[in-house]
T-cell receptor, first 113, second 115 residues
C-alpha cells in the first residue's frame, strides 16, 4: 500500500512570499505525481502534475520539484496571493494500480494580505 | 453538464439507516471514482468504474458499502446499516478516457453525518 507523507500540516505566509509544501512517497512502479487544490466545501481540483522524467515543472506561479532518488517532491508557490489560501494535497499512484491515487494528509495554506 | 454533480449535498442519517449517494459524471467520461474524505484528511480511494464495469473495489471498507454504475454514466454509492465511523465527505470523480494517470475532475461531494 502506497503511503504519502506531506508536510507541513499548516502554513502561513505573507502576500508575495513563497509557499513550500513537501511530500515523500514509498516505492511505486508508476511515475505520476499530481498536486490538488481544495477550497472549503469544494472537491479537489488538479493544480499541476509531474512525470519525473524531468526534475522540475513550472506552470505560472506554481512549480513542482522532483527528487526521484530521495522519493520526494515539493510544490512551490511563488508570489503567494490571498486567493491561494486553500488546502493542498500531493498524491501518488498506489503500488498496485495507477488508477488509485493515494493522497497526502493535506497542507492548509493561509496567505495573509 | 459542466462538471461532476453530486447529490444530496448533505445527508444526515441515524445509525443503522441505509443511504444512497448519487454521482453524475461529466458527460462522456469513461472512468468514475469514489473517494472518502474524513475531516482534515486527504481523500481515500474506495472504488473505480470503467464504463459500467467495476474494475477495482479494493478500497471499500466493508461489505456494507456497495457501488454501481449500471448504464456507464450515473453512479450510486450505497451504504447499508450506517455507522458513526461512516461520517465523512464522499467525493466522486470522473476522467475522460480511463487511461493511466489521467486528470481527475471531482464533484463537491456529499457530506454524510451519521448520528
Amino acid at each position: 500500500q502506497q503511503q504519502v507523507k506531506q508536510s507541513p500540516q499548516s502554513l502561513i505566509v505573507q502576500k508575495g512570499g513563497i509557499s513550500i509544501i513537501n511530500c515523500a512517497y514509498e516505492n511505486t512502479a508508476f511515475d505520476y505525481f499530481p498536486w490538488y487544490q481544495q477550497f472549503p466545501g469544494k472537491g479537489p481540483a488538479l493544480l499541476i502534475a509531474i512525470r519525473p522524467d524531468v526534475s522540475e515543472k513550472k506552470e505560472g506561479r506554481f512549480t513542482i520539484s522532483f527528487n526521484k532518488s530521495a522519493k520526494q517532491f515539493s510544490l512551490h508557490i511563488m508570489d503567494s496571493q490571498p486567493g491561494d489560501s486553500a488546502t493542498y494535497f500531493c498524491a501518488a499512484p498506489s503500488s498496485g494500480s495507477a488508477r488509485q491515487l493515494t493522497f497526502g494528509s493535506g497542507t492548509q495554506l493561509t496567505v495573509l494580505p | 453538464g459542466a462538471g461532476v454533480s453530486q447529490s444530496p449535498r448533505y445527508k444526515v442519517a441515524k445509525r443503522g439507516q441505509d443511504v444512497a449517494l448519487r454521482c453524475d459524471p461529466i458527460s462522456g467520461h469513461v472512468s468514475l471514482f469514489w473517494y472518502q474524505q474524513a475531516l482534515g484528511q486527504g481523500p481515500e480511494f474506495l472504488t473505480y468504474f470503467q464504463n459500467e464495469a467495476q474494475l477495482d473495489k479494493s478500497g471499500l471498507p466493508s461489505d456494507r458499502f456497495f457501488a454501481e454504475r449500471p448504464e456507464g454514466s450515473v453512479s450510486t454509492l450505497k451504504i447499508q446499516r450506517t455507522q458513526q465511523e461512516d461520517s465523512a465527505v464522499y467525493l466522486c470523480a470522473s476522467s475522460l478516457n480511463g487511461a493511466r494517470n489521467e486528470k481527475l475532475f471531482f464533484g463537491s461531494g456529499t457530506q454524510l453525518s451519521v448520528l
